[in-house]
């Protein structure tokens, strides 16, 4: 059975009255990576602090290890939880050359050379040991960071928006340098992101976040493809939404009869969540749609049809099917993709 | 809790006061109100106008020429119209006395060619002005510095373009930005004039710090003392709350973010020789000439077979009490800016409030209640160093405040979060992280305390233990007696000492701009 490196059971902090976390339940098995995904604001980087000792919770308590570090009369201060953290900025001293950096969390003595070595050539930045901070690059200041934060073998490492601070074209390389980095020293990692690309690439499992609470937690296939509530789906990738009415095994809606699977109310209202690959666009003059916008996205041209009620629909479409705006069309659903559903209130 | 201990202390004269003006009687508070008292108070403000106003004027050209023209030789000035901060107004006194008196060396300068017999009297007003002023105006000068490097150019470029000329921009966008470094420094500078002790009474101009001190020596009336101290107080307390109000309430900061450009250059052309002369006359009044009239009398001194080895032990005793008086002062500075950086809220910031008694209250008042605490409370420590040093804390503990907390708010709070993550407890942080971290604000405060209480004299004439002679006192006692000569070499030596932390400042000033 494997270990569980982290637990959160209940957790809620407010700041005033704004709640920032709420009733946060989660685990993160040893050696697996979470990723905490959600819009600015919903409490994701609170949660991380939380789990670091940072902050006191209202309530609630935190697990690292199979100890408990936050609970009611429980606070282990940071300095004595074993976790680590990498910030947005990578908060580096400045004061320190790059071994210095590495070695400061590291207890004095010969194995403390031995380690630093082994943490620099883990990051790859050995002939970079003697500089100062300010004199690497971006991407070499976060692998800095990443080797000191790893150095004393802390039971879990969270990371906060690690990426946010890189250039676009740089991103994608760090991310995948980074990820190698981290699953070859075995970490536990809570990593936190608004981007769903790179909250898919890294974590093992992806929790969403909104307003405090945790909406779903689980794979990213689970999360892309089964979404527990309308946010999810929106958080992760383009989705349209429409209204559809449930007979026997499908929904009726604008674009037709859709399959459905699930077991629902017959006669009941449900929201539809579409992605643009699912729905094809045909031009027929008694088409339902109207295409209104064309974007062109070099393989793929995204287009924005209307229906007659006024909703909306997108449909992702190869780059030889070129139609122009005003084009009357015929939607319907390809074969092959699951609508979801959620109940309309 | 060492914030709450250092706060009390700080506060102590200020309570002080109180209970004496309290306690005294209804002749005291008579006193107050005599015409006496208003011609004190009367005196006072048009000193402290008329020597801010002027330090404005002169400061804000000067400013100009050196940041945004093409004046030679530009860091030249930049340097010699800030040494002037070292002097101590009662050096530029007793210069002032020496050379521009009724017979002093201008006047038998001017006597062979024109037959000048007698100059103008230059003790009382027009002395105590120009004394002041020569010593404080760099205060201004070096707000508007910092201030007109920060300016965003692009501002000044939209309201060319959008049709004013450079004097029309110059009046409604550059000046109105410069306002709050303009207010920031003519509150240094009226405060110093308020707080000022040995210009005004070598120039025998009756301000209230003369008044109190000349109470306090002839007739030890402690009252009524106390009650033109704490009159004196409310007027520094206004003065505080008038740069308050003038700051406004307009937010000044740069529109655009990335790298800040160098603002344009104004070409002087043949303006150029009247710009050098103005900042040549500036120099020569204010540097040039203390230095060469205490040379003069060093040199008289010296062939009139005047004793130099008495200075020494003064020189020594200055740099001691300074260097003590500087390290003890950030010791005191650091939780308090730390508080304030770290958990602001309502105590804290209450905290620092108090930490800024030593703005308000001149140097003279300050002594006289540690005499009073001393002498009532406690005994052990009164006439020791120890009382001397803690009235330098509480009178300089702002400028070493100051400093460090801006060192302090450039450290990311993240920071000091990674190093507690990787095992440190508190404390270990601090010493391993924070304090190497603020150390430049460390050195500047300890720099700018060292260099203010070397200059500094009513608290050091009051509260010094017996027998214990600094240049200051050495100084304003040979002055005061008329030996010219015998106090040349202590002045010339308290600005040489003084323009090496200076000079340091100066040059952190510098790396800064880089």
């Given amino acids: 059975m494997t270990k569980i490196a982290v637990r959160c059971s209940g957790l809620s902090k407010r700041f005033g009255r704004a709640p920032a976390v ?65 910030f947005q900025d990578y908060a580096l001293f400045p004061h320190l050359d790059v071994a210095a950096n590495i070695a400061y969390g590291l207890p004095r003595g010969s194995e403390q050379r031995e380690r630093v070595q082994e943490m620099l050539s883990l990051v790859g930045l050995k002939e970079f040991q003697s500089r100062m901070t300010h004199e690497l690059s971006g991407g070499e200041q976060q692998r800095v960071a990443l080797a000191r934060s790893l150095a ?26 980074v990820k190698g980095i981290l699953a070859r020293a075995e970490a536990t990692v809570i990593f936190v992101t608004h981007d769903q690309e790179e909250a898919m690439f890294i974590g093992d499992r992806v929790g969403v976040m909104n307003a405090g609470q945790l909406e779903q937690i689980d794979t990213p296939e689970a999360i892309f493809h089964r979404p527990a509530t309308p946010f999810v789906a929106q958080v992760v990738g383009i989705v349209d939404f429409l209204s559809g009415k449930v ?25 539809v969540m579409l992605r643009p690959d699912f729905i094809d666009i045909r031009p027929a003059a008694d088409g339902v749609g109207v295409i209104v916008d064309r974007v062109f996205q070099g393989v793929y041209y995204l287009y924005s049809v209307q ?7 997108r449909s992702l479409q190869h780059h030889n099917r070129c139609y122009p705006i005003n084009t009357s069309v015929a939607v319907k659903m390809n074969p092959g993709h699951d609508a979801v559903y959620f109940a309309d209130r | 809790m060492p914030a709450v201990l250092i706060a009390v202390v700080v506060s102590l004269p200020l309570a002080y006061l109180l209970l004496r003006s309290l306690g005294a009687g209804g002749e005291t508070w008579d006193l107050l109100f005599r015409s006496r008292t208003l011609d004190i108070l009367g005196r ?22 050196i940041n945004r023209t093409d004046l030679p030789f530009r860091r030249v000035w930049l340097v010699l119209t800030m040494l002037p901060l070292v002097i101590p107004s009662y050096v530029a006194g007793l210069v002032i006395v020496t050379a521009l008196g009724p017979r002093g060396m201008l006047q038998q300068v001017l006597a062979a060619p024109f037959g000048v017999e007698r100059l103008p009297e230059i003790y009382g007003f027009p002395g105590a002005m120009l004394a002041i002023f020569l010593v404080s105006y760099p205060y201004v000068l070096l707000t508007l510095h910092a201030s007109m490097r920060g300016l965003d150019p692009s501002l000044e470029e939209a309201s060319r373009s959008l049709g004013h000329g450079p004097w029309d921009t110059f009046r409604r966008i550059t000046l109105p930005q410069l306002r709050p470094a303009i207010a920031a420094g003519g509150l240094l500078v009226a405060l110093y004039t308020l707080k000022d002790f040995g210009a ?23 009252m009524a003392a106390a009650a033109l101290s704490l009159v004196l107080v409310v007027v520094a307390v206004i003065i505080l709350v008038t740069e308050v109000r003038t700051r406004g309430r307009s937010q000044y900061h740069r529109s655009t973010v990335g790298v800040a450009r160098p603002p344009a250059c104004t070409r002087l052309g043949r303006w150029r020789w009247p710009a050098l002369g103005f900042c040549a006359m500036i120099v020569l009044v204010a540097l040039i000439m203390p230095i060469s009239v205490l040379s003069y009398w060093l040199v008289r001194g010296v062939s009139a077979g005047e004793p130099l080895n008495v200075v020494w032990s003064s020189a020594l005793n200055s740099g001691y009490v ?73 009178m300089f503990l702002p400028q070493a405040v100051g400093p460090i907390r801006s060192s302090l708010l450039q450290v990311s709070r993240r920071v000091e979060e990674a190093a507690r993550s990787l095992g440190r407890s508190p404390l270990q942080v601090l010493a391993t992280v924070t304090l190497p971290l603020v150390r430049p604000g460390i050195l500047a405060g300890a720099a700018l305390v060292f260099l203010t209480t070397m200059k500094e004299l009513p608290a050091t004439l009051i509260l010094s233990p017996i027998g214990f002679k600094t240049l200051a006192t050495s100084i304003w006692s040979a002055t005061s007696e008329g030996f010219f000569a015998r106090a040349a070499v202590p002045a010339l030596l308290l600005i040489l000492v003084s323009s090496v932390p200076m000079a340091l400042l100066v040059m952190r000033e510098r790396r800064g701009q880089s």
């Fill in chain 2, 44 to 65: 006072t403000v048009v000193l402290v106008i008329a020597v801010t106003v002027v330090s404005v004027a002169i400061s804000l050209p000067l400013a100009w020429l």
């Fill in chain 1, 247 to 271: 007979q026997g095994r499908a929904v009726a809606t604008e674009v037709g009869l859709l399959p459905l699977r699930e077991d629902l109310p017959d006669g009941g209202a449900v929201k």
């Fill in chain 1, 22 to 86: 709420e009733d946060v339940n989660l685990e993160v098995e040893e050696g697996s990576f979470l990723a905490l995904l959600g819009p600015s604001g919903c409490g994701k980087t609170t949660l991380l602090r939380l789990i670091a000792g940072f902050e006191t919770p209202d309530s609630g308590t935190v697990e690292v290890g199979g100890r408990k570090v936050t609970g009611p009369g429980v606070f282990v201060p940071p300095e004595k939880r074993r976790v680590g953290i990498v």
């Fill in chain 2, 200 to 222: 005004v009474s070598l120039l025998r101009y009756e301000t209230f710090t003369w008044a109190i001190y000349l109470q306090y020596q002839t007739s030890f009336d402690r």
């Fill in chain 1, 152 to 177: 004393p073998g802390p039971e879990l490492l969270l990371l906060d928006e690690p990426f946010s601070n890189l250039d676009a074209d740089l991103r994608a390389r760090i991310r995948a340098e």
């Fill in chain 2, 322 to 394: 300074s260097g003590l008086a500087a390290a003890a002062t950030v010791v005191a500075a650091l939780p308090v800016a730390i508080l304030a950086v770290r958990y602001s809220g309502r105590i804290s910031a209450l905290l620092e409030r108090v930490s800024y008694v030593g703005f308000a209250l001149p140097g003279i008042v300050i002594a006289l209640a540690l005499v009073f605490f001393g002498a009532n409370y406690a005994t052990p420590i009164y006439q020791t160093m120890g009382l001397l040093i803690l009235a330098y804390v509480i």
């Fill in chain 1, 307 to 313: 229906l007659p009620s006024g909703a909306m629909v």
